[in-house]
């Protein structure tokens, strides 16, 4: 597998009236070719701000960028917008939370989808036309000859989903990047985009970012994780050593959090605390208030990320004592 | 996290604007209220030598050069036999200094205590010097005294107008969007119907239905209800719509679940988070009331003599070629411009501090 | 209609018979209604002392209709709702709130909402929010409010001092509790648990799903809890009625359901619930197509028919009827119904 996307201690602050923001503060991770990544966190954790940076979305002059994206051979940072808008759509393309929102009202689906054709590829109108019902069908939507002339509002948020897919896949893009794709989606219509997300992937060979609070999203469809807390990854494995063997804490509180049937009657196992607030971060490991092994070096250091074996790794004292400063 | 108070307090500071008309608000309300102290004259103050005086020259230096403070020279009027113009000239023989807290005409303040301390003037009699900053009227009386004072009604119609007509359309609008149903019904065809008259002709309507043998306090509430009768629909319309927003608010369902009476549920939980709103549309509509009475004074309908207020006193700079003569009678006009712009500039201010939307912060 | 449990021992709070919600829809110049959002229809229930009776569907199906309308936000399209006050009197509230019986229905019977951004009052103080219902109740005098709210939030796990902050300083799991600490306040015998966790972060909905059954421990608060997550209902719950459109599918006992689930809807919904299992990969197994019909439409016969992988020839003709299929099971579909 080859490496597509490798990020390099990727800061991205923003400056308010309450201080400084380190939404994502020195994050490194890298993409393979063909694997579905996902970045799990709740709130704040940062996941939707390092996206955001890697599709030159966050606005530069007031946020402050630094570090690497580097995407063949090209580093993301930096650039203008001009050169992001030959990327941006073409070669990676996102899918939103919310579809409702992401399409126009005024205009026809088809019309919406004509205009990221038309800014991407060089199709006349036809071949337009053809390419995408194509892709409509490829994401099931029924009878999309009709569909094109309809306009969102005549259409459920599980079918907008796909058709956002879609879009995303017109291009035939070399990273699709999903953020919290089906979290707003009914359970099981969320089952049905999934499926067919995972079947996209087969079959178009494309590497998929995936953004998602839930962890059963999470096994159902990825192949690595990459779990984030407090602008950090805390946690990085194959997706089946993070749930048999979760090593940071945290990723063991939150698989904990499960509601299992087996509970029943008894007290809910939890992770004390809550979530620190962007500005508030503790000092030494941000997790440190919340966690049942911290220890005096955990209040005073953030830990670097220590590696477990050649695929997983967590930033965790617990794992590297003797790799302190 | 600070408190939303604080952030708005804030966002309004950084507007360089809105920091510009609050402090020229604050200047001209200063001198509003202490009117009667920094005027030289009281308004009905005149002589007929004064006529359509220039405004005093004020000087430093005497003929030969030498300080003397601020002083002027005494004018007498002449008729020019050539043109039959009347000419002021003045007399170098005498000096009449400018004198801080002068003993002048006794005068109460603001009703409450008699006294005669004047913040400058020239101890002199009116019939052979007047200070006159601002030149004098057709009467000869001082226009400055008389702009300050006439401030009064100008800067105070637009306050009163507005908390009455604010308080008035608030609550139509609260009532009519929480109960909805018939009441919100006719209420707002009621609302539309009275919006479908033109608005100054309604105002001229209503102003002449003001029995003219009312003494001028009297007209000058009378004025003060009319202008806030219109006024009053425009916010009873917003805050209608917010009120139907917020009645769906979780936190109003809570308060309905537990028990608390709609007057509470309006008062305490409505009607509080309109506020900002309210703020903003005042600040915005004291501008329109203030040009309503001084439009409403200067075609004679609005204040009486011997009131006096902006709009009247512009009343006397109707024709071109008496503005081209003697120009002065133009500065209560100026002194409109600038509180409305100051009202405009602050409100503007505030609407975009109290908008979250806008939070977007410039680093 | 599910069997009631015990007997006349246990005190009855609610009975809910036939309800039906529709909201009309008006359009045109004379606001004509032109159709209606049917959204509940023919639901049954009683809920008595201590129960908790779970309420589980998608967007649509009607459970957040079903809360409100029990707790007179909004009022029955027809149906009856059966009040009985802590004397045991029976109260029919089906139409409006009868002066007599309003001050003991609104201090008994209270709401915690699904947004704890929108469900706190952003200007007011969290002491002048928990007061609130306390005064409009006149249950604490004014001299012991300061100790009472105290007390209260640390019930709750907050601090004391978080009396005289505003909701804005808090996150969503706090504001949650505050809302708790609120609609205790007046010592209510059932509370209607309007999606309490969903907004909430993973890690912290453990902790109030955990707080509410403290709670329902200590002070035998009944609950109805609503929530699209079937795994959290099951936890919460005695008996769980699944709703799909608008209509109850089906109703159980919580274990009886994960045991047998019948319907083919219920089965639907727990097919699309992932495991936290990469070696178990479950949703491809997911058959179910389509998308929820409108409220507005709903169609002929059976609500679900038109997704249903079972479907039989009567199924898109008669709306089939809730039969038992054992004491406290029971099922809304043309396949247990021969």
């Not at chain 1, 979760?246 to 299992?260: A, E, F, Q, W």
């Not at chain 2, 043998?213 to 209800?225: H, K, L, M, Q, R």
Request: aromatic share 10%.
């Amino acid at each position: 597998m080859s490496k597509i996307l490798d990020v390099r201690d990727l800061k991205t602050y923003f400056r308010t009236p309450d201080g400084v923001v380190k939404a994502v503060d020195g994050i490194s991770f890298e993409m393979m070719k063909g694997e579905i990544l996902a970045l799990v966190g709740e709130s704040g954790c940062g996941k939707s701000v390092t996206v955001q940076t890697v599709m030159g979305l966050v606005k530069v002059p007031p946020a402050l960028v630094e570090g690497q994206i580097l995407y063949r051979d090209r580093n993301l940072v930096g650039m203008s917008n001009k050169e992001y808008r030959n990327i941006r759509g073409k070669e990676i393309s996102m899918i939103f939370q919310e579809p409702m929102s992401t399409f126009d009202p005024l205009f026809t689906i088809g019309y919406q989808l004509t205009e990221v054709a038309k800014a991407h590829m060089e199709w006349d109108d036809q071949k337009t036309r053809e390419e995408i019902i194509s892709v409509l069908r490829k994401v099931n939507i029924p009878e999309p000859e009709k569909r094109y002339r309809e306009y969102p509002h005549e259409m459920s948020g599980g079918m907008l989903q796909r058709i956002m897919i879609a879009m995303a896949l017109i291009t035939n893009p070399e990273i699709i990047i999903a953020d919290e794709p089906t979290t707003a989606l009914d359970v099981t219509i969320q089952a049905q985009v999934l499926n067919i997300m995972r079947d996209l992937q087969k079959e178009f060979d494309s590497s998929i970012i995936f953004i998602t609070h839930d962890l059963g999203v999470v096994a159902e469809l990825s192949d690595r994780v990459h779990v984030m807390y407090a602008g950090k990854i805390v946690e990085k494995a194959l997706v089946s050593d993070l749930y048999n063997s979760p090593m940071h804490p945290y990723t063991r509180g939150l698989l904990n959090s499960r509601v299992k049937r087996e509970y029943k009657g008894k007290k809910l196992p939890y992770v004390e605390g809550y979530v620190p607030r962007a500005h508030e971060f503790p000092k030494g490991c941000r997790f440190n208030p919340r966690c049942p092994h911290a220890m005096e070096l955990c209040r005073e250091q953030d830990p670097p990320e220590m590696s477990i074996s050649e695929t997983h790794a967590a930033a965790c004292w617990l794992y590297g004592e003797d790799q302190r400063l | 996290m600070e408190g939303t108070r604080k952030r708005i307090i804030r966002n309004f500071f950084k507007h360089k604007l809105g920091v510009l008309g609050l402090i020229m608000l604050g200047v001209i309300y200063f001198i509003v209220i202490f009117s009667d102290f920094i005027a030289p004259y009281n308004y009905m103050t005149s002589h007929r030598n004064f006529v359509y005086a220039a405004p005093s020259k004020i000087r430093f230096f005497d003929d030969e050069g030498k300080w003397r403070g601020p002083f002027i020279y005494p004018i007498t009027r002449t008729r020019n036999p050539v043109t039959y113009r009347l000419e002021f000239t003045e007399d170098r023989s005498e000096i009449i200094p400018i004198k801080l807290f002068v003993r002048g005409e006794e005068y109460k303040f603001w009703g409450i205590f008699k006294t005669d301390l004047h913040l400058f003037g020239v101890e002199a009699s009116t019939d052979r010097a007047m200070i006159l900053l601002f030149g004098a009227d057709r009467f000869g009386r001082d226009l400055f005294s008389r702009v300050l004072i006439g401030g009064k009604v100008s800067m105070s119609v637009g306050l009163i107008g507005t908390f009455i007509s604010v308080f008035i359309g608030a609550i139509v609008g609260s009532l009519s969007g929480f109960y909805g149903g018939m009441t919100d019904v006719l209420i707002q065809r009621l609302i539309e119907l009275l919006r479908s008259f033109p608005r100054i002709p309604l105002w001229l309507a209503l102003a002449t239905i003001l029995p003219p043998n009312w003494p001028s306090t009297w007209v000058y509430f009378g004025i003060v209800t009319v202008l806030s009768l219109i006024g009053w629909m425009g916010v009873a319309r917003v805050v209608r719509g917010m009120v139907l927003s917020l009645r769906e608010k979780e936190f109003v369902l809570a308060a309905k679940v537990s028990g608390v009476s709609n007057m509470k549920i309006i008062t305490r939980h409505l009607v509080p988070n309109t506020i900002s709103y309210l703020i903003v549309v005042s600040t915005l509509s004291i501008p329109g009331m203030i040009l309503g009475e001084s439009a409403l004074s200067f075609l004679g309908l609005g204040i009486k003599e011997p009131m006096t207020s902006w709009g009247l006193l512009l009343k006397q700079a109707q024709s071109l070629s008496e503005l081209e003569s003697h120009p002065w009678l133009m500065i209560p006009g100026i002194f409109i411009i600038l509180a409305v712009l100051s009202f405009n500039f602050v409100g503007d201010a505030l609407r975009d501090a109290v908008d979250p939307y806008r939070a977007v912060e410039k680093v | 209609m599910l069997a009631i449990r015990g007997g006349s021992k246990v005190m009855k709070i609610l009975q809910i018979e036939r309800l039906k919600k529709y909201f009309p829809i008006k359009a045109g110049v004379f606001l004509q209604v032109v159709g209606h959002v049917k959204a509940m229809e023919d639901v049954n229930f009683g809920i008595s002392k201590g129960e908790t009776i779970g309420v589980v569907g998608e967007s649509g199906c009607g459970k957040s209709t079903l809360g409100r309308t029990i707790v007179k936000i909004y009022e029955p399209t027809a149906g009856n709702i059966s009040y009985f006050d802590e004397s045991g009197r029976e109260h029919d509230i089906s139409k409006g709130l009868h002066r007599s019986v309003r001050p003991l229905f609104r201090r008994d019977v209270q709401m915690i909402f699904q947004n704890p951004f929108d469900s706190l009052d952003p200007r007011m103080t969290v002491r002048d929010i928990i007061r609130e219902p306390i005064e409009a109740h006149n249950l604490v005098p004014s001299s012991e409010m300061d100790g009472y709210v105290s007390e209260l939030l640390m019930k709750v796990g907050l601090y004391p001092e978080y009396a005289q902050r505003y909701p804005h300083e808090f996150s969503g799991g706090q504001r949650q509790r505050i809302a708790i600490a609120r609609s205790i306040s007046v010592n209510p015998r059932l509370i209607i648990c309007d999606e309490p966790t969903s907004a909430l972060d993973v890690s912290v909905q453990s902790q109030i799903i955990n707080l509410l059954q403290e709670l329902r421990e200590e002070n035998h608060i009944s609950y109805i809890f609503i929530s699209h997550n079937l795994d959290v209902v099951h936890h919460m719950s005695d008996r769980i009625l699944v709703m799909y459109l608008g209509n109850v599918v089906e109703a159980s006992s919580a274990t009886e359901l994960f045991d047998n689930p019948s319907h083919p809807y219920t089965k639907a919904l727990m097919a699309s619930i992932p495991n936290w299992s990469p070696e178990n990969r479950k949703l491809q197994d997911v058959r179910l197509e389509g998308e929820p019909p409108s409220p507005i439409n709903p169609p002929p016969g059976c609500p679900f028919h038109p997704r249903c992988p079972y479907r039989l020839e009567i199924c898109d003709k008669q709306k089939p009827v809730s039969r038992a299929l054992s004491e406290d099971h029971s099922v809304a579909c043309w396949l247990y119904d021969r």
